[in-house]
């Protein structure tokens, strides 16, 4: 079984549109959560992952979603824009939650509202989280994987922090495919990560996506313009 990964798609288009053409034949897509906040096109993004309504997407990419919903969890962006609880958050991303409860349809926040904290996927092999296992809101970064984070499952997938990574043990494997639409590891790159269970393998990649169109965008939507803008640097 082949298994793309991908997290913190945070409402870019482009670059899910990036991550889905270069990505490889797969079984299964799943997603780590966080698939609105920050960049304009929340609704498109929901509806790609849901697999139903207007995306925007190209059709090669179109064609790599699966016929109905890729199983995802509840990022903190999903929660608060679900919920109107922006409750902590800066300035910029208390704006995007306000933009994303304005062009989301009230289907798409009461999916978004109903998305677990985390799931068993993969015929319980692979655990979703965003944050941590023990909590969804936990920053975790690659330096901090161990194995005591592992459950019954094989591979444990977390996003959140936006950085890529990974760690092996005798257990299992612990992962964060890094982030579509918000890369904070200083490669600007959007991030995805495949997971061969087959061959025991993962492969964390990377691919260049059209950032001036976000940062146009962004700028029209009247949007806090750094939202865009530091897209450049993956910061």
């Not at 798609?9 to 797969?26: R, S, T, Y």
């Not at 059709?59 to 995802?72: K, N, R, W, Y």
């Not at 608060?80 to 989301?104: I, K, L, P, S, W």
């Not at 043990?169 to 990560?193: H, I, K, T, W």
Request: net charge negative; aromatic share 6%; hydrophobic share 35%.
């Amino acid at each position: 079984m082949k298994v793309g990964v991908i997290s913190d798609v945070h409402g870019n288009i482009p670059a899910l549109e990036a991550v889905l053409e270069a990505m490889p034949p797969v079984d299964r897509i799943v997603c780590a959560g966080d698939v609105v906040g920050y960049n304009p096109w929340h609704a498109e993004c929901v509806a790609a992952i849901r697999g139903e309504g207007e995306t925007g997407l190209s059709d090669e990419a179109e064609a790599m979603l699966p016929d109905g919903e890729v199983p995802t969890v509840m990022g903190n962006h999903d929660r608060a824009v679900a919920f109107d609880q922006a409750y902590g958050f800066n300035d910029m991303a208390a704006t995007a939650v306000d933009h994303a409860r304005e062009t989301c349809s009230d289907d798409q926040l009461t999916w978004l509202g109903e998305l677990p904290e985390q799931r068993l996927v993969c015929d319980g092999r692979m655990r979703l989280v965003h944050g941590h296992p023990n909590d969804p809101d936990r920053y975790t970064y690659p330096e901090e994987y161990s194995a005591d984070m592992l459950g019954s499952e094989d591979v444990l997938v977390m996003g959140h922090t936006h950085v890529q990574g990974h760690e092996i043990f005798d257990e299992g494997l612990v992962m964060n495919p890094g982030a579509v639409g918000q890369p904070r590891d200083g490669d600007p790159r959007a991030a995805y990560s495949l997971v061969d269970f087959d061959a025991q393998e993962i492969e964390a990649r990377r691919v260049e996506y059209d950032v001036d169109r976000v940062v146009d965008a962004v700028r029209e939507a009247d949007l806090p313009l750094r939202i865009g803008t530091r897209l450049r640097s993956g910061q």
